[in-house]
C-alpha cells in the first residue's frame, strides 16, 4: 500500500514539534530569541544547570532547530530560523497567555554574572558608572 501524502507531511510537522515539546526546550529557545546565547548566559537566565543545558541543547541541535559556532572556549548558540519564535507566540495565545508575555521573555535579559567575552565588555562599562 502506498504511504499517504498526509503521513509523510505530518511526521516532517511533527519532528521539530516533538523536539521543542518540553518545557526546559522552549525556555532555552526564548531565552536565546533572536540573538545567540552561550551555555553561561543560559544558566544565568534560567537557573539551571550546564550539564542540563547542555544536554538540551545537544537535542534542539540534533533536531537541527539550533546552529552553533565556538569563540575561543565558548560555544554561542543561534535558532536557525527565527520563524520558531512565531510558533512559540502562537503556542502561547492558544494556551492562553498573551502574545506579549512571549515577546517580553525573548532575548531582553542581561547576564550579570556571565564572564563571556560578550558580556565582559557590559559588566565593565556598568561597573565604571
Known amino acids: 500500500m502506498k504511504k499517504q501524502p498526509f503521513t509523510q507531511i505530518s511526521k516532517q510537522i511533527a519532528a521539530p514539534l516533538a523536539a521543542i515539546a518540553s518545557?526546559?526546550?522552549?525556555?532555552i529557545l526564548l531565552a536565546i530569541g533572536k540573538g545567540e546565547a552561550c551555555v553561561c548566559h543560559l544558566?544565568?537566565?534560567?537557573?539551571?544547570r550546564q550539564a542540563y543545558i547542555s544536554?538540551?541543547?545537544?537535542?534542539?541541535?540534533k533536531a537541527d532547530i539550533l546552529q552553533d559556532?565556538?569563540?575561543?572556549?565558548?560555544?554561542f548558540y543561534k535558532l536557525k530560523n527565527a520563524s520558531l519564535l512565531d510558533l512559540l507566540t502562537?503556542?502561547?495565545?492558544?494556551?492562553g497567555l498573551s502574545a506579549e508575555s512571549v515577546s517580553a521573555l525573548?532575548?531582553?535579559q542581561i547576564y550579570p554574572s556571565?564572564?563571556?567575552?560578550h558580556?565582559?565588555?557590559?559588566?565593565?562599562?556598568?561597573?565604571?558608572?
Open 106 to 108: 525573548v532575548n531582553t
Open 69 to 75: 559556532r565556538r569563540e575561543g572556549r565558548y560555544v
Open 55 to 61: 544536554q538540551h541543547l545537544m537535542a534542539l541541535r
Open 23 to 27: 518545557p526546559q526546550r522552549i525556555a
Open 43 to 48: 544558566e544565568t537566565a534560567l537557573g539551571l
Open 114 to 117: 556571565c564572564e563571556c567575552p
Open 119 to 129: 558580556c565582559v565588555p557590559a559588566l565593565i562599562s556598568v561597573s565604571s558608572l
Open 90 to 95: 502562537v503556542s502561547a495565545t492558544l494556551s
